[in-house]
Each structure stands twice: as structure tokens, then as C-alpha cells.
């Protein structure tokens, strides 16, 4: 959750940010009035008597009420876990924080150098070089993975698709348990079907998982290229692994090889 969700889905502005924290953790509000730029003003650690709670307190109390209740009251492993989907506030605050932080830090250098007159675009200058660095490598990577996975589950789903359908090997109608897969959100959608998150623990969870429903999950799609625990347990043979058989999974014309990273398993143990 620190490092996959906080800190490389926002380099290099979450490092700068989470380090601001730490500050913004202590800061007080500067007194009413005090200029833009006046080093005492943009002190991270200033406590003047009778300042008011700095507003960002009751984010950054959300903030960590969320990053522990996420780790430790839904402590299921997964490759895409509860924390991902519950940290948009936290980003909000990790920005804030950097902007603070690079801000604090001009107004310190100004003031060690004697500067004369305010460089308050300075700090913000230094946040939106990040912002773009960020945009311009990830977004297009996420951006095309994206259309991958909608090509990706536009096939499963013909492939998953009724009874007589030229390119299905599975009615899904006639499995009325949900599928155990590693894009449960992505087969939902494409196939509107129910769908449970892939816990990335071993296989007698995935088999205790699939038992705790009625009727029992019988189904499960994983990514071949997932970097968990399965399906490498699977594939390498391990304790309880026959309990899962494989399913051939068509090409499908309209998508060509869009199948081809995915493996599909009938659960087979009681």
C-alpha cells in the first residue's frame, strides 16, 4: 500500500510529498495576514501561540484512518487490493503536501540568500515539471493498457458468452456461482456476470473462498502474466493444484490473440 499505491503511481511528486507530511503533521497555521513568501510564514514546524489548526490536519486524519482501516480491516492479499481503490484522497493530500513542502523550501533558500523580491511561482514551477513528468510517461502506458483489457474482456466475454455462440466454451448462464478472477471489475463488466477479487494467497484460500458462496464459485481467469501467486502455483504443481483444470480458450476472430495472456480453470474439488 506505501509503495505500489503511494509512492510509484505518483514519482516523483508523491516522494517529494510523503516526505512533506512529516511537516504538515506539525505545522501550525502562520498568523493572519503573513505575506506569501515570508520565510516565517512558509515555516513548515512554525507554532505561533493561538494559531489556528492547520486545515490540512483533518485530510491527512482521513488519510491515515483510510490507509489503516484498508490494510488491516479488509486484510485480504490481492494484486489490485481495497487500498488502490480508496487512495484518492491521499493523492489529493500527498500534492498538497509537495506543494507545501517545495514552497517552504524556496522561501528557506530566499531567505539564506537574501533574495529581495518573491519567488512564490518557483515551488509550484517544480510541481507541475513533476505533474507533466508523470503525465508523460504514465498516463499513455495506462491509457494503452486500458484498451488492451477492453479488447481482452470483449473477447472472454465471447468466449464465455451463451450456449451455441460460435466462439463460446463456457455458458456462463449455466454457472449461477460467481468467477475467482484477478480483474474481477473488468469480467463483471464485459460479461455481467459476478465476479470476486483473486486473493493472492495460497491455494487452499482460493478453495475456501470458492466453498464460503452458494452455490460455490467454480470458475477462475487469471492473467498468465500475473505477478502473484497464481496462477504460478498452478503451473508449478503445488499441493492442491489438480483441483484446478485447465480450459482451452478459443482465438477469437474479432480479437485476435487478445486471449492469449489469460487462463481459465474449472474448480473442480469439493
Known sequence: NLTSVLLLLGVPLSVVGLIGLVPVARRRAGPAGSAVGDPAAADPVADPAGADPDPLRPLLVFSVITFLVASLVFPVSTTWGTFLHA???IHVLLVISALLLLDAAIAWVGARRGWTKHVAWLGATFAIAGSVLFTALVLPTDGAAARTNATR?????AAFGPAGSPDSVVDLAAEPGPVITDFPIWFSEATRHHA???PNESIDSILSLARSFDPPARLLVVGA???GVFPAT???GDPGSDCFVPIELPDIPAYPGALDDVLAFRIRCP
Do not use: D, Q, V
Not at 153 to 157: D, Q, S
Open 87 to 89: 487512495a484518492g484522497a
Open 153 to 157: 474482456y470483449a473477447a472472454l466475454a
Open 196 to 198: 470476486l477479487a483473486l
Open 225 to 227: 502474466s500475473n505477478g
Open 234 to 236: 498452478i503451473l508449478n
